[in-house]
């Protein structure tokens, strides 16, 4: 059980395919993904496979960080066994599994998982 990595940074905007050429043409980007149904868009760095992934869900906490685990749903069964908060149960979400804990200060910590995937991860 742990914290494999920062899977992703999401990122609220207004316009998807502006923004989307902005980090691709002047930061450096790739774009690997496009969710059209959820209007998100996901960009990857060059030298791993951490996205930043730009929405336009105003429910969603902006900027948010999500963990990538290797399964959600028995991750959320052992935080829950030492005794820690579950804030939002594993729900379904485009790759996977997602759930949202909670850490002893209050802050919430987004985990999920790419369960859902086999490959290739990306479009691109």
């Not at 909670?102 to 479009?123: A, L, N, W």
């Amino acid at each position: 059980m742990g914290l494999r990595k920062i899977d992703a940074v999401l990122l609220r905007v207004k316009d998807l395919e502006e923004t989307a050429n902005f980090y691709t043409k002047v930061m450096g980007l790739k774009r690997g993904w496009t969710d059209n149904e959820h209007q998100m868009i996901g960009l990857l760095f060059t030298d791993n496979d951490t996205e930043l992934v730009l929405h336009c869900d105003e429910t969603l906490p902006d900027p948010n960080v999500s963990y990538q685990v290797k399964d959600v749903l028995s991750f959320v069964e052992k935080y829950r066994e030492k005794g820690y908060k579950v804030l939002v149960e594993p729900f379904d979400i485009r790759c996977g599994k997602c759930a949202i804990l909670e850490d002893p200060e209050g802050h919430s910590i987004e985990v999920m998982d790419i369960t859902k995937f086999g490959e290739p991860r990306f479009d691109a």
